[in-house]
């Protein structure tokens, strides 16, 4: 699977839009753009995920560059609940086998 | 709820003894997951089963046993375990990732060796 790069840790204040980025320069035409978070104490939960065009759903929206090389995930009023790991990750739709592997993630703490 | 389940929540083992962990989802999926998260590390996929079968080992020590005997039912079998092996626990379930669908993960097994 294509490599992520994320930063490490993000701050955002209770009730402010978050935009969280994401690069995957190697990305190939064939991988899906897939965000998950993980809550403390608790297995991962999926996001949002999209191919090409920007996505909308009741969590978040996902904007992706027209080159597709980045994408950010945007929280547009953060809760204290939304503090979390925030993976992004590349699943190849066209390989074998369509597997998660997870990075460091950014790590997102709400303000109140 | 996911609609993963994973038993025990805690477990606690001696280096000798033998455990098993378990997962089971009923949201019709054909390929499960187990993973390893240990502390401040990112998560490490250990095996897959695609309908059953197994597609992916990632070079995990033999202690470690995985066992799938249909499409709802998960086991991850444990014998002479090291404290290193202390860890979160999670498993997964995904229809077909494959097409860009979603994984639900269990709320995970936190294994402590001692």
């Known amino acids: 699977d294509a490599k992520t790069t994320q930063p490490n840790s993000m701050e955002s204040n209770e009730e402010e839009p978050v935009h969280l980025p994401c690069n995957h320069s190697?990305?190939?035409?064939?991988?899906?753009i897939h965000w998950y978070r993980q809550l403390p104490s608790q297995g991962p939960e999926y996001v949002i995920h999209?191919?090409?065009s920007n996505v909308n759903n009741r969590m978040a929206s996902l904007a992706i560059a027209e080159d597709r090389k980045s994408s950010t995930l945007i929280l547009h009023r953060a809760t204290l609940r939304d503090a979390a790991v925030y993976y992004c990750?590349?699943?190849?739709?066209?390989?074998?086998?369509?597997?998660?592997?997870f990075g460091k993630g950014t790590k997102l703490s709400v303000k109140p | 709820e996911t609609g993963v389940t994973q038993t025990p929540r805690h477990l606690v083992m001696g280096m000798t003894n033998k455990k098993s962990l378990k997962c089971e989802q009923h949201?019709?999926?054909?390929?499960m997951y187990w993973y390893k998260q240990s502390a401040k590390k990112p998560l490490e996929l250990m095996f897959v089963y695609n309908f059953k079968e197994q597609t992916e080992n990632n070079s995990v020590p033999s202690r470690f046993s995985p066992e799938c005997p249909n499409s709802s039912h998960l086991f991850l079998h444990l014998h002479t375990l090291q404290p290193e092996d202390s860890a979160l626990y999670l498993c997964?379930?995904?229809?077909?990732?494959?097409?860009?669908?979603?994984?639900?993960f269990g709320q995970g097994t936190r294994l402590t060796v001692v």
């Open positions: 999209g191919l090409t």
């Open positions: 997964a379930s995904s229809q077909d990732l494959l097409r860009g669908g979603e994984a639900f």
């Open positions: 990750i590349l699943v190849n739709y066209g390989g074998s086998q369509g597997n998660l592997i």
């Open positions: 190697t990305i190939s035409g064939t991988d899906y």
């Open positions: 949201l019709g999926h054909n390929a």
